[in-house]
Every structure is written in structure tokens, then in C-alpha cells.
């Protein structure tokens, strides 16, 4: 699985995912967030865990085990860009700012901000066709929750 969804991501112009492989591309986009700062905390694992078992309706194994192949995937991904035109092209921009706060509060899960994070995040939010305003808006409701 691992194999065809590398090879749709790095297409010049990749199809739309199906709900699975989404799945596995939002928890990969979130490993690598996590793992942003050089350090990939088991508050951050744990967090990213919760954020899928919500998102997805999953048992807690269900969702470490989707987090699990996401480590690997995201390991072996292609760049972000890539990556979140996948998410993007899944996901309806309304569902978009709820992706925006999972996201911040995995960024937020270790207990403070980091400027490489950060700049992913910038990053994310322009890909996916979010204001910074409503990123801005997203990363208070994550800080909140």
C-alpha cells in the first residue's frame, strides 16, 4: 500500500486520494509535524493517536496503529508540498480548518511553540488553501482545547 500511495504523491498530477490513503496522509502530515522540531515526543505520538481516533471514529489501537504506519510513511514521503496537495485535493475546504486546529494541537502537544514548526505550519496552511487569519484562529482554538 505504502508503495502506490508514494507513487500517486509523487505524480506529476496525482489523483484524488481515497479515504484510507488520506487517512494515512493526514497522520503522516502530522508525524512530520511532530517531528519538525528534531524531537518527536511520546506526548506528541499520543496526541496525534487522540486527534485520529476522533477525526476517523477509532478505537485507540486503531489509531496507533494508523499513527504507527504514518512514522513509516512519512519517513519515506516526498516533500510536504506534495504531500498536502494530496490532503487538499481529499478534503473540502470547510473540513480544511478543522484539519488546521488537529494540526496546531499536535504542534502545541509538547508544550510550546518551535520556529521549524512553525514554519511548517505556515507552510501547511498556505498549501491547503487556509488564511493565516483562520490558521491564527485554529492555533487558539487547539492552544484552548
Do not use: C
Request: hydrophobic share 50%; aromatic share 4%; net charge neutral.
Amino acid at each position: 500500500m505504502f508503495d502506490a500511495l508514494l507513487r500517486r504523491l509523487m505524480a506529476p498530477a496525482p489523483d484524488r486520494l481515497p479515504d484510507p490513503e488520506a487517512q494515512l496522509a493526514l497522520a503522516a502530515l502530522m508525524v512530520r509535524l511532530a517531528r519538525a522540531d528534531g524531537q518527536y515526543s511520546n506526548a506528541e505520538s499520543a496526541r496525534i493517536d487522540r486527534v485520529l481516533a476522533a477525526r476517523y471514529a477509532l478505537g485507540p489501537f486503531e489509531a496507533a496503529r494508523l499513527r504507527a504506519r504514518a512514522e513509516v510513511l512519512e519517513a519515506e514521503a516526498p516533500d510536504t508540498v506534495r504531500f498536502t496537495r494530496a490532503i487538499k485535493d481529499a478534503v473540502p475546504h470547510e473540513d480544511r480548518l478543522s484539519l488546521m486546529t488537529a494540526l496546531w494541537t499536535v504542534a502545541l502537544s509538547d508544550g510550546g511553540r518551535d520556529a521549524q514548526e512553525d514554519a511548517l505550519m505556515r507552510l501547511v496552511a498556505n498549501l491547503l488553501g487556509v488564511a493565516d487569519r483562520d490558521s491564527a484562529l485554529a492555533r487558539q482554538r487547539a492552544a484552548q482545547a
